[in-house]
């Protein structure tokens, strides 16, 4: 009888840390964006809170091989827009998420824009499923935005290009 329920305890505790594991982190599915719309499925990204930060798992297909710049935008929506009176992917997600208005592009461990996440890795089957953590945020910051990943790398600066030069907008989801 005792075993019973030390067995019976030890599930329900299972059970309970699964429940604060799962209250602390959310899954945001990521999708194709283009000028024309929002596309299909690539995947998900997990974000769990850690005590350093927040925890970055990507499980995504379809990407070119390579690092890809990788941010929070202010709002959260992944539909496109127009840019220099061109239609282009995801504008409605706005800028770079950047509360404190500090309005410079320093990464993830920099005093810039609060939206600035550690790169993507993805690898040369077109899989980005390494994790990355995040330091400065707190999963609480990623709610009411979206997650964009760009078409180029991220160099940090604003120099030479404005916001690290990483090129178009190709993947987004929102966070509600």
């Known amino acids: 009888m005792k075993t019973r329920i030390f067995l019976l305890s030890l599930g329900v505790c299972v059970a309970a840390l699964s429940c604060v594991w799962a209250a602390e982190s959310m899954v945001v599915q990521m999708k194709q964006v283009s000028a024309e719309g929002v596309g299909q499925s690539i995947g998900t990204i997990t974000l769990s809170q850690t005590d350093d930060g927040v925890l970055i798992t990507p499980q995504l297909e379809g990407l070119t091989p390579g690092l890809h710049g990788f941010h929070v935008h202010q709002n959260a929506s992944c539909e496109p827009g127009e840019k220099e009176g061109k239609k282009a992917a995801a504008i409605a997600a706005g800028d770079h998420l950047d509360p404190a208005k500090a309005g410079k592009h320093e ?70």
């Open 107 to 176: 990464g993830p461990y920099g005093t810039g824009h609060l939206g600035d996440l550690p790169a993507l890795y993805v690898d040369a089957s077109g899989k980005a499923a390494l994790p990355v953590l995040a330091p400065h945020v707190k999963l609480a910051d990623f709610k009411g935005h979206a997650l964009m990943v760009h078409a180029g790398g991220d160099n940090y600066s604003d120099s030479p290009e404005k916001l690290g030069g990483g090129g178009a907008r190709i993947a987004c989801g929102t966070i509600q």
